[in-house]
């Protein structure tokens, strides 16, 4: 009964910005963290950024400085925007979540469908 749901992916210039949104909905009791993942074909999925309930982040060194993590707890969504892109940022990007449904005492991760980020040289 959850779901994430991606939007903002799309081909943008190097050095340009990128806004990527993901809401969850359904049978949410609460979300604990959140983040965001991406993954080249070919290649491993791999961590960009997480965020914490109550707004601790961490970022992969090859996004730090350029990438920004957030959330909105009252709207159940997670933001990343994107500056000075680079082409090595092209992927396809998923968000995650660690949510525990209504009802339930444990929690478990749930992935978006993905979103492609193209970065043009």
């Known amino acids: 009964q959850v779901q994430l749901v991606e939007s903002g992916g799309g081909l943008v210039q190097s050095g340009g910005s990128l806004r990527l949104s993901c809401a969850a909905s359904g049978s949410i009791g609460s979300i604990n963290a959140m983040g965001w993942y991406r993954q080249v074909s070919g290649k491993q999925r791999e961590l960009v950024a997480v965020?914490?309930?109550?707004?601790?982040?961490n970022y992969a060194d090859s996004v730090k400085g350029r990438f920004t993590i957030s959330r909105d707890n009252a709207k159940n969504t997670v933001y990343l925007q994107m500056n000075s892109l680079k082409p090595e940022d092209t992927a396809v990007y998923y968000c995650n979540a660690d949510i525990r449904r209504l009802l339930e005492v444990g929690a478990r991760e749930y992935w978006g469908q993905g979103t492609q980020v193209t970065v043009s040289s």
């Open positions: 965020i914490g309930r109550v707004g601790s982040t």
